[in-house]
């Protein structure tokens, strides 16, 4: 039976060929930190820190698209770029006609109604002080949809019937300390449809919730989409969730889509080095982290200080000479070296090389300095003994010379390429594999 919320609920969709939501077109939010000590190193303003970086993809209505990565990897801020809730700082998010990052915060007001967040933890997302029918019913009052308290109530019946809070009359007056986190997660989402949303962007909306309680909530907000039309963005470090929820998968990577496909394909034909090691990671020991198994060398790096090349290439076990090797690479190889050996055998290599300082410039070529007493020969052995002992370690593919020279050893690395997202059969990889 229709109901005064699917009447809200706009029919937007002009059943034509264009079934886009969304278009999302390199998009981009960098933040500048000011006064940081590697933006002092290399003279700059200051660093940046490319959040988002450069991502591209349609928003297909009524799909459930998800958002995976590990921590730092772009998705929160890339969910709140297309609701309009940060700045991006280049690029578009086409909703209909409108390019939204262009729009001054009055004219986005009435778009906000049809773009939704909800976060993963209820308690912060709902006002201690109001009562339930308070809450749910908030925003229909800034955005001066009910004339009065019992119209307002009849919305927010409404609304809780949908997300399961019955009898409704018990929720109407409790406060959100007298629910559990599954019926606060269930009031968040009564709040967030009550104005007849057509975009839902669901920020690990159960990483919070008990165990009993999450596949619950999944559903609810599966009955949802289907009753009221909605579209959904999901954005999680769970791929089980993922696989079970989703329509679609973007896996990102340092504020990049590396991968993006059907679930499906995603899931028994992954592509990208870094998708199949996060697939590898499945089932996370630890909930709220997703550590990929099965790379060479297991940080982040630094979102402010990417990798040159493809941004992947210092953690990938396939990567070869274009991905974009430099000096930055090396450091960590000779300290994890390092670690294996003697003091006195550490001591020894340690002092073969002058200042390692050097290899912390992002460039494709370096000139290694000899210590005190040591000459450019010890060097190049040094490196060679390193290489020998791990021949299979992708960066000795990325050197492309090793030379004594003028008194110091210089490395050149191949220079590297960006890859970009490209089709490879059923998804779009960003790697120079395919
Ligand atoms: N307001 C901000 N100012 C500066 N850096 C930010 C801000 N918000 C996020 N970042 C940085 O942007 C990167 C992406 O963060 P985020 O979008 O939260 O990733 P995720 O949700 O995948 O964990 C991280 O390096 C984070 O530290
Ligand atoms: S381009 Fe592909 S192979 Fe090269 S480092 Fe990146 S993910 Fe690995
Ligand atoms: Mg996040």
Redesign the pocket.
């Known amino acids: 039976m229709p109901t005064k919320l699917d009447a809200q609920v706009p029919s937007s969709a002009p059943g034509g060929a264009d079934d886009a939501l969304m278009k999302v077109r390199d998009l981009q939010v960098h ?1 500048a ?1 000011r006064g940081s000590s590697m933006g002092r190193l290399f003279g700059a303003g200051g660093d940046v ?1 490319k ?1 988002v970086d450069g991502v591209t993809f349609d928003l297909r209505r009524r799909e459930v698209l998800g958002l995976v ?10 969910g709140r770029a297309l609701l309009g809730l940060v700045r991006p700082t280049g690029g578009e998010v086409r909703y209909g006609e409108h390019d939204l990052p262009s729009l001054s915060e009055r004219r986005l007001r009435p778009f906000r109604r049809k773009l939704q967040m909800v976060f993963q933890d209820p308690s912060a997302a709902l006002n201690p002080s109001m009562d339930i029918e308070a809450a749910v019913g908030h925003p229909l009052q800034i955005h001066k949809l009910v004339a009065n308290r019992t119209e307002r109530r009849e919305r927010v019946v409404e609304a809780l019937e949908r997300v399961g809070l019955a009898p409704v009359e018990r929720f109407l007056s409790k406060y959100p300390s007298d629910l559990s986190g599954g019926q606060k997660q269930r009031a968040v989402l009564a709040r967030a449809i009550i104005l007849g949303p057509e975009l839902l962007v669901a920020d690990e909306p159960i990483s919070m919730l008990d165990m009993s309680v999450r596949a619950k909530i999944l559903e609810l907000m599966l009955d949802l989409k289907r009753d009221l039309d909605l579209t959904y963005v999901y ?1 999680t470090h769970d791929l089980a969730t993922a696989k079970f929820f989703c329509d679609r998968v973007a896996i ?1 990577y340092l ?1 990049r889509i590396v991968e993006i496909g059907p679930t499906e394909e995603i899931f028994s034909d992954p592509k990208h080095p870094y998708t199949k090691a996060l697939l590898r990671a499945i089932p996370e020991p630890d909930p709220g982290a997703l550590v990929p198994r099965d790379l060479p060398r297991g940080e982040i790096p630094d ?1 402010a200080a990417p990798p040159l090349g493809c941004s992947f290439h210092p953690r990938c076990p396939a990567a070869f000479e274009k991905c974009g090797w430099e000096t930055r690479d090396l450091r960590p190889l000779l300290e994890q070296r390092w670690l294996g050996l003697d003091e006195d055998a550490y001591d020894a290599e340690r002092a073969t090389i002058g200042n390692l300082d050097s290899l912390d410039v992002p460039a494709h070529q370096v000139r290694l300095s000899p210590g005190r007493g040591r000459g450019p020969g010890d060097v190049e052995a040094l490196v060679q003994r390193a290489r020998e002992a791990d021949p299979q370690e992708p960066l000795w593919k990325g050197v492309k010379r090793l030379e004594a020279q003028d008194g110091a050893v210089a490395v050149d690395f191949h220079e590297g390429e960006d890859p970009r997202l490209r089709p490879a059969g059923a998804v779009e990889v960003a790697c120079h594999l395919y």
């Not at 990565?69 to 890339?78: A, I, P």
């Open positions: 933040y930190l820190v959040a990565g590990e921590s730092g990897s772009g998705k929160t801020t890339l954005i990102m504020g979102a």
